[in-house]
């Protein structure tokens, strides 16, 4: 393969998950009588240009389909980080009625919904058709249709260009990573500024957050490759954020790199030094990841034989994507670990992929009162042992296996 943004031979390998099915692509009762999908799921790093990302397997139109059953919404943690973003965009970029805000990947309207309650004008782009029904059911305006550099010169010859362009968890997804950003750099006005927010490599590597990993993530982004790969695309980025999100995330500003008007902060310069003195322009950085995942592979793997045989019920929470890369690639199947719970009512009454565990309802587990809860999106365990708190009245403990085994 050719590397997404350089195209040069991606020459470090990363980590072999071995193969499984898009983790999004749940399974009704009827698909389950019929063969899954499965496919390769390998990351490999260009030295180049220091892009991590998976082999080419699948398209976006396979992965991001009508019935994409991730909603945003479901999550009051990430509700509230929305909530503040808004609040702090408006007031840094004095955002008002006379401005255009748009976000890519707006999901079910999650994000919008607090810039149209502050009466400031806005738009979303969001190709799965599930999701951006919801975001229309709140009384956003949704394009349906995949981002990139045709629609968004469409959509700028309509007049639509922003003040503001939202990016948040959506530059991993994109297979043309050169064509997206081409589309932003389209899209704003001459003085625009765009947000981007994406898991941090770094993170993923002291974290051992492999589970991070599926197909639906084409890239792993340090802020060394994006600063790169947006300067080769004619955007400058002008300051970045820490975030607590998603296991810890990145969120960068960027602007048209010819425009200038938001002086680089010096937490730029700063952060590229840190990714340097951490190695991550090294081989040696990426060595012996595989190794590491492999070892809390094989912990949780071993917690749920040993409760097995001591004749213990494991349930777990949270049809995640990432909880999907974890059992499958630790081969677990509804012999260990019962069922999933999950708020979405998309999700309920399917099955995972690959690992084909049943995902019920909250109620069920109320009822079935398990003695161990798996977190699978260990990134929402705070809010999660309080919204499941419960669970501790018969006795009943929670399991998060990344970065280690851990019981609460």
């Not at 969120?251 to 840190?274: D, I, T, Y």
Request: proline share 5%; with cysteine.
């Amino acid at each position: 393969m050719k590397c997404r943004h350089c195209g040069s031979e991606p020459d470090i390998p990363f980590i072999d998950l071995g193969n499984s099915p898009p983790s999004n692509a749940y399974l009704t009762e009827m698909q389950l009588r019929a063969p899954e999908k499965w496919y390769p799921l390998r990351v490999v790093v260009c030295s180049n240009c220091w892009l991590a990302q998976t082999e080419d397997h699948l398209g976006e139109e396979e992965l991001f389909s009508d019935d994409y059953a991730y909603f945003s919404s479901y999550s009051d943690s990430w509700l509230r980080h929305a909530q503040d973003y808004v609040a702090k965009v408006t007031e840094r970029f004095h955002l008002g009625s006379q401005s255009l805000v748009a976000e890519v990947a707006a999901n079910d309207g999650y994000l919008l919904q607090f810039v149209q309650a502050r009466s400031i004008p806005c738009y979303g782009v969001e190709p799965s058709a599930g999701v951006a029904s919801a975001a229309r059911e709140k009384g956003i305006d949704i394009v349906q249709d995949f981002f990139g550099k045709d629609l968004a010169s469409r959509l700028a010859a309509q007049g639509r260009q922003a003040d503001l362009l939202a990016a948040n968890n959506v530059l991993a997804h994109v297979p043309d990573i050169n064509d997206f950003l081409a589309g932003f750099v389209a899209l704003l006005k001459p003085d625009g500024v765009a947000t981007f927010e994406f898991p941090h490599l770094m993170n993923l590597v002291a974290q051992v957050q492999f589970d991070t990993i599926y197909h639906e993530h084409y890239s792993y982004l340090s802020l060394t490759a994006v600063h790169g790969i947006f300067r080769a695309n004619g955007l400058s980025i002008f300051d970045v954020e820490e975030l607590e999100t998603h296991g810890g995330s990145l969120r960068v500003f960027a602007q048209n790199a010819r425009s200038g008007v938001h002086k680089p902060r010096p937490e730029v310069a700063a952060f590229l030094k840190r990714e340097s003195v951490a190695g991550l322009t090294s081989h040696d950085y990426y060595a012996g990841f595989q190794a590491r995942a492999d070892h809390v592979k094989n912990a949780f793997l071993e917690f749920l034989l040993e409760a097995k045989r001591a004749g213990k019920k494991v349930a777990a929470y949270g049809a995640a994507a990432k909880g999907n890369t974890l059992l499958n690639y630790a081969g677990v199947r509804p012999d260990l670990l019962a069922y999933v719970v999950d708020r979405n009512p998309a999700k309920q009454g399917k099955f995972l992929p690959g690992s084909r565990i049943p995902i019920v309802a909250e109620e069920y587990l109320r009822n079935d009162r398990p003695q161990w809860v798996v977190l699978l999106p260990w990134n929402l365990k705070k809010e999660l042992m309080h919204q499941l708190s419960y669970v501790h009245e018969w006795g009943g403990r929670f399991v998060t296996a990344v970065p280690a085994l851990t019981v609460a």
